[in-house]
């Protein structure tokens, strides 16, 4: 096959065409830090850093629901602790009154008051909220344990059913705590001491009931700090979760810049050469032999 002038020509461009493409790409990725700045540089690529994407995305949303999942759960504890509190101080009212030989009318008035104060401290707690959604009323977020309108709390079926948060791929950690009975229970006892104190109430029968409704406070507060327990473990393993998905996605996406300092180091020898044998290869032209 005869080889032209013309041919040595357009090889020569041709190569130095591609070679400043492949320098340019180069510095393409040296300037993002990424493999590729568009599908058509590498479609599989493209294709795993979506996924990759994915699963980042899917543990960050999963780490904003275990954010919600501690919300709640610790605004429960705190709730149930100050409702503690309360029967603490009910069950000091209970043992002064008990161990007093006679009462007076305006002892009772007393106790009376302060139990009031203690029944609507109850009350608010019932009706704690996260946000706008109230946490002791089961599904029935929108709607208070206590209703202020009536001043009678809810009936305890509807607010039974448990409120869970996905926290991993179908792993949900219950958030609501069914506290309805309780409650019911703790205003039933501050009314009828209440209703019966002018009637010698026996104060010493109403420590023990006090006793059994802190401990089933203390139960439901234990219940909640495993809940709480397993939310951290949850954490540990949402975190590690996150660095193996970033990892791969740094993997697949990210250059190397020694790699890629050193390509392109080489790539700019070999088209310095390419340049210096493309003006040998040329032969002289008419005017080079006429000088």
Do not use: C
Not at 5 to 29: D, T, V
Not at 152 to 177: H, N
């Amino acid at each position: 096959m005869r080889v032209t002038q013309s041919m040595l020509s357009q090889n020569m461009l041709r190569n130095l065409s591609g070679s400043y493409s492949k320098m340019g790409k180069l510095q393409e990725q040296l300037n993002t830090g990424k493999k590729v700045s568009r599908p058509s540089d590498d479609p599989v690529i493209v294709m795993k850093g979506l996924g990759y994407r994915m699963q980042v995305d899917k543990v960050e949303q999963f780490q904003k629901n275990l954010g919600e999942v501690n919300n709640w759960l610790d605004s429960s504890d705190d709730a149930l602790d100050h409702v503690g509190q309360v029967l603490h101080r009910a069950r000091e009212l209970a043992a002064n009154a008990a161990n007093t030989g006679t009462m007076t009318a305006s002892d009772r008035d007393k106790i009376k008051i302060e139990l009031e104060q203690l029944q609507e401290q109850l009350q608010d707690l019932a009706n704690t909220k996260v946000g706008d959604k109230h946490i002791f009323s089961g599904k029935m977020t929108d709607q208070p344990l206590f209703d202020k309108a009536t001043g009678t709390y809810q009936s305890s079926a509807p607010f039974k059913e448990d409120v869970s948060i996905e926290v991993f791929d179908g792993v949900e950690l219950r958030v609501s705590t069914n506290t309805s009975d309780m409650f019911n229970n703790i205003n039933q006892l501050f009314t009828d001491i209440k209703n019966n104190i002018d009637d010698s109430y026996d104060f010493s029968a109403s420590l023990g009931e006090i006793d059994i409704l802190m401990d089933d406070v203390l139960t439901k507060r234990a219940d909640i700090g495993a809940r709480s327990n397993r939310a951290e473990l949850m954490d540990n393993r949402l975190q590690m979760q996150e660095g193996a998905a970033k990892k791969q996605r740094s993997e697949n996406e990210d250059v190397d810049y020694e790699k890629t300092i050193t390509d392109l180091i080489t790539s700019e020898s070999i088209h310095r050469a390419t340049l210096s044998v493309g003006a040998r290869i040329i032969q002289p032209s008419l005017v080079d032999f006429l000088r």
